[in-house]
Structures are given as structure tokens and as C-alpha cells.
């Protein structure tokens, strides 16, 4: 695996983990900013209701588009490298799944057997 392969790869992990870990604090805000809401009286919907859901999520919200946008940009990074083994191809087949592609990598796959088909005969 190429060095800048690797490395990208050990970002787009952190990266991914840090996402997750934003979006699981984001669904408990908005748990706690419905329930607060509703304890409240604000009806479900209203601009009341939105401007405090906003109010208690929306710094969060923030960091989630933050980090998929920074996930979104390494995915792109990551996209035209070529792996030489199979813990590249790991990297990207997360990259191209994160992507919205899963599918991609099947050529891949597909080249890197061939390449170590040819090197075993």
C-alpha cells in the first residue's frame, strides 16, 4: 500500500469514528430538545418549536456537516488511488461506501486479482 494511501486512510478512520461519535450526540440533542420542547407546550413543527430545537442542536448540527464534508473531500482524495493489497483495497471500499458507490470497488477487486494472478504464474 502507498504511504499517502495509508495515510488517508488512517484520517478518513479517525474521521469516521469522530462522525459517528457527532452523530450519536446530535440524536441525543434532539431527543432532549423534543422532550424539553414538549414540556414546554411548543407544538411539534412550529417555528417555536424549530428556533428551540435549533437552539439547543444547532452548534452540533454544524460539526456533523463539518465532518461529513471533510469525509466527503477524502473520499474524493481517496477515489483515483490505485490499491497495491488488500488493506488498500479496505481503505477504499470504505471510501467508495462512504461515497454512495459500494459498487465501485468491484473493479478494483477485479484488477488486483488479476495483478496477483499474474505475479503467481
Not at 44 to 51: I, P, R
Request: charged share 15%; hydrophobic share 50%; glycine share 4%.
Amino acid at each position: 500500500m502507498t504511504e499517502a494511501l495509508a495515510r488517508l486512510g488512517a484520517t478518513f478512520a479517525a474521521l469516521m469514528a469522530d462522525y459517528r461519535a457527532a452523530q450519536s450526540q446530535l440524536a441525543a440533542l434532539q431527543h432532549e430538545a423534543d422532550r424539553t420542547a414538549a414540556d414546554a407546550g411548543l407544538v411539534y413543527g412550529s417555528s417555536a418549536w424549530s428556533a428551540h430545537r435549533f437552539a439547543v442542536t444547532g452548534r452540533t448540527v454544524h460539526h456533523v456537516n463539518e465532518l461529513y464534508e471533510k469525509l466527503e473531500d477524502l473520499a474524493q482524495a481517496i477515489a483515483p488511488m490505485r490499491p497495491a493489497c488488500f488493506a488498500g483495497l479496505l481503505i477504499k471500499a470504505r471510501a467508495h461506501h462512504f461515497a454512495g458507490n459500494p459498487a465501485a470497488i468491484i473493479p478494483e477487486i477485479e484488477a488486483l486479482a488479476l495483478a496477483s494472478n499474474q505475479e503467481a504464474a
